[in-house]
């Protein structure tokens, strides 16, 4: 399947495994690269030592690309971004923060440059400025959000830009992928589908807690602070809400959710840790491998697509 995106990163489809801190490292992205997409190794809240461990496991495994996300606000970024130039990675993806002073680095090196953006103004902004493709985030999407939704985005931004557009948010099947390419996306972004998968090393009850959740299932932590998170509810976030009503200090917030991001995935505490997850979580149903992932989407989205005038008669 070739579209702008498989030709820019040279990837057979048009998926890309969006980064999960604390979730996605070098086994999964290895995975879904080996699998034909793009796999991405989430580096916020992680050493520049363990993110250089995870760039090597997956160079050990496949010389297909892949990817680094680096969160502009980590204190670290520097570092990692001077790690990823001299590892001569394929793309970095970043997020939370201004991308634009990055770029040119990034370019030298020879990689590929993706920012993450919430609108049609930052979009518009990291192309002018050089870009090589972007990815769109609804805020269906597990993790941290902003406030357009996934077909907002889509209807809005891709008209307007020129270079690669990815949709992220929501998307975990054959229909999401058909509907992106039909919107004039160029390919999809997934996060909650490959948390689910067989090469995610994260605990096996939180992958469980994914399958049995529904569309209802997810919560928004961080409104009152516009550091907005979405994830599973459980009883963090119960009590994370209660306090945020009860307007409670931003110390207070912090220190409920200090580290709770890292103890789900990690430990598999599903009760006080917390599941970063999207709102497409009920049609998340099995733990697949990447390969199987791909595979279904991408030859689903096929026949959805070439069979589409038969649907409406
Ligand atoms: C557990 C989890 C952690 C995430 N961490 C990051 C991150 O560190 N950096 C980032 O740019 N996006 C992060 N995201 C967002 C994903 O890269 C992706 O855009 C999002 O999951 C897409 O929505 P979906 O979950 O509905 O597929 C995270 C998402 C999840 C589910």
């Not at 995106?5 to 040279?10: A, R, V, Y």
């Not at 793309?91 to 020879?110: C, D, F, S």
């Not at 009503?245 to 917030?253: C, I, P």
């Not at 890292?262 to 840790?273: F, K, L, S, T, Y």
Request: aromatic share 4%; glycine share 10%; net charge neutral.
């Amino acid at each position: 399947m070739e579209t702008k995106l498989t030709k820019l990163l040279e990837i057979e489809y048009p998926i890309i495994q969006g980064a999960m801190a604390w979730v996605s490292d070098g086994q999964l992205a290895a995975g879904v690269s080996k699998a034909g997409g793009a796999g991405t190794i989430a580096a916020s809240g992680r050493s520049v030592e363990w993110v250089k461990d995870q760039i090597r496991f997956v160079k050990e495994r496949t010389d297909k690309p892949f990817g680094v996300n680096v969160m502009l606000m980590a204190d670290n970024h520097e570092e990692i971004i001077d790690l990823v130039c001299s590892e001569k990675l394929d793309y970095v993806t970043l997020g939370a923060g201004n991308p634009i002073p990055y770029l040119e680095k990034l370019h030298r090196a020879g990689i590929k440059a993706i920012p993450v953006v919430p609108n049609t103004k930052l979009a518009k902004r990291v192309e002018d400025n050089g870009a090589d493709a972007l990815v769109i985030e609804g805020m269906e999407a597990g993790g941290h959000i902003g406030k357009l939704t996934t077909m907002a985005l889509m209807t809005q931004v891709i008209p307007q830009i020129d270079i690669p557009v990815i949709a992220a948010g929501g998307f975990v099947d054959k229909r999401g992928l058909a509907a992106a390419l039909a919107m004039g996306a160029a390919g999809i972004q997934m996060g909650t589908r490959f948390y689910a998968s067989r090469e995610c090393t994260a605990k096996l009850a939180v992958k469980e807690k994914i399958i049995e959740s529904i569309d209802t299932d997810t919560v928004v932590t961080g409104r009152t602070s516009s550091h907005s998170v979405r994830g599973i509810r459980n009883k963090m976030s119960d009590k994370y809400l209660k306090l945020e009503r009860e307007g409670a200090t931003k110390k207070e917030l912090n220190e409920l959710a200090m580290g709770s991001s890292r103890a789900a995935p990690q430990e598999g505490d599903i009760d006080w840790g917390f599941i970063q997850a999207g709102q497409s979580l009920g049609e998340i149903k099995n733990i697949l491998s990447c390969k199987s992932i791909i595979q279904e989407i991408v030859e689903g989205s096929q026949e959805i697509i070439s069979d589409i005038h038969n649907k409406f008669v």
